[in-house]
């Protein structure tokens, strides 16, 4: 008995070794699959949001240059706001939705800046999937350089390794349109979901691009109607890298971050090979997201320099893609951009738990909107009430600031 007992607990030793071994060796990997599973709890949701370089894999996007001088003239926003005849507090509804940081510009001074939450002026805010639009002015810039010949041309041209997915045909526009029609789960709330499960490949160091070109069904033909996936704008980020031989973030300090003045480094959250999570994973200050806001605002132009091509500034946010397959869908869409219900000059990029860069060129105004909200879907309309109410909002201080 004695000799099994000491068999046993050598037998017991040399497992808990292995163990210990594998998991000194994936130490790395389970902190960001816990980080992952974690990053939207209550009492971690608004440090989390401003400090993802602490929790994955990031590029740095070091800026260059003198920073852009801000003037100020400070005045108040609207102590209320209208949304379907009932009227709204301006103050109780940012506390409502977690609002972390509010700035407004009005001809290119900031008029309101104050940030909320314990946050700073300095954090560095992740911001979801208004990335997607920034990836979409990127785009353009390649198009207008010849390094993409065609919107028409299929994805696959640039992008050969996708040949045997569900993207093997489709056209760039259709892509940037979100027509691509492959099938893909957008659901953040279910676990299983194909969005969460791209999560945990990004978490565990997988790659972004196997990912992508693992999408083998189709729901429907590209480009007969818009769904929202999520994935189409990393197989953007895969062809304008394979059409200018640079990394994302190589061409993103050269052809946008080098040139705006930016007040901060900025940085790309990564998957495990280094390559930038496109479609999210961008992080800056507040007052940087503003800046690129207020360059679509001026139509790509900034001082006497044409950084995004003038063509593609006006006619990538126009509402130009399909019906949306939800007949409940009360928004347009663009080149990755969002155009709102009844738009005058009006376009907006949106991140899931309330990130927004609202552009009205009309009235010359740029809002920038950070949040930590996660009840952003809870309004029994998959988060439509909310947009359109935060719309009517952004609509009211354009409306009381460009008086002034």
Do not use: C
């Amino acid at each position: 008995m004695k000799k099994f007992l000491k068999y046993f607990l050598w037998a017991i030793s040399g497992l808990l070794v292995v163990v210990l071994i594998v998991a000194l060796f994936n130490y790395e990997r389970i902190v960001r699959l816990y980080n992952v599973n974690s990053l939207f709890s209550e009492e971690k949701i608004v440090s989390n949001f401003s400090s993802m370089d602490k929790m994955f894999l990031v590029k740095d996007l070091p800026r260059s240059g003198d920073a852009y001088q801000w003037k100020t003239q400070i005045t108040e926003l609207p102590s209320a706001f209208t949304f379907v005849g009932s009227q709204i507090s301006t103050e109780e509804y940012l506390a409502q939705t977690s609002t972390t940081s509010l700035l407004v510009l009005s001809d290119g001074n900031i008029v309101f800046e104050d940030y909320y939450l314990g946050t700073k002026i300095d954090d560095k805010r992740i911001s979801w999937s208004m990335a997607k639009s920034f990836l979409s002015a990127l785009f353009g810039v390649a198009v207008f350089e010849g390094k993409i010949a065609s919107l028409e041309d299929a994805v696959t041209k640039y992008v050969p390794e996708l040949e045997q997915s569900a993207y093997n045909g489709v056209k760039i526009i259709d892509v940037l349109h979100m027509a691509s029609g492959v099938e893909f789960d957008e659901d953040y709330l279910d676990y299983e979901s194909d969005i969460n499960r791209m999560g945990r490949v990004l978490a565990l160091g997988g790659s972004m691009d196997e990912f992508a070109a693992s999408i083998s069904t189709r729901a429907r033909t590209a480009g007969i109607a818009r769904q929202y996936v999520s994935i189409d704008t990393h197989v953007l980020s895969m062809v304008l890298r394979a059409a200018t031989g640079k990394s994302l973030a190589e061409y993103f300090e050269e052809k946008l971050w080098a040139k705006l003045g930016a007040g901060g480094n900025a940085y790309y959250v990564t998957d495990g090979h280094g390559v930038a999570f496109a479609l999210g994973g961008l992080n800056m200050r507040t007052r940087d997201y503003a800046l690129f806001g207020q360059l679509f605002l001026q139509n790509g132009k900034w001082g006497k320099e044409q950084i995004i091509p003038k063509e593609w500034a006006k006619i990538s946010v126009l509402p130009s893609a399909p019906r949306s397959i939800h007949k409940d869908d009360k928004f347009g869409y663009g080149y990755q951009w969002w155009v709102p219900v009844n738009s005058d000059e009006e376009f907006y990029a949106i991140g899931i738990y309330g990130q927004y860069l609202y552009i009205n060129r009309k009235l010359g105004v740029v809002i920038v909107k950070t949040s930590a909200d996660r009840d952003f879907k809870n309004d029994g309309e998959g988060g439509n009430l909310i947009e359109q109410k935060t719309i009517e909002m952004f609509r009211a201080i354009a409306q009381e600031v460009a008086k002034d």
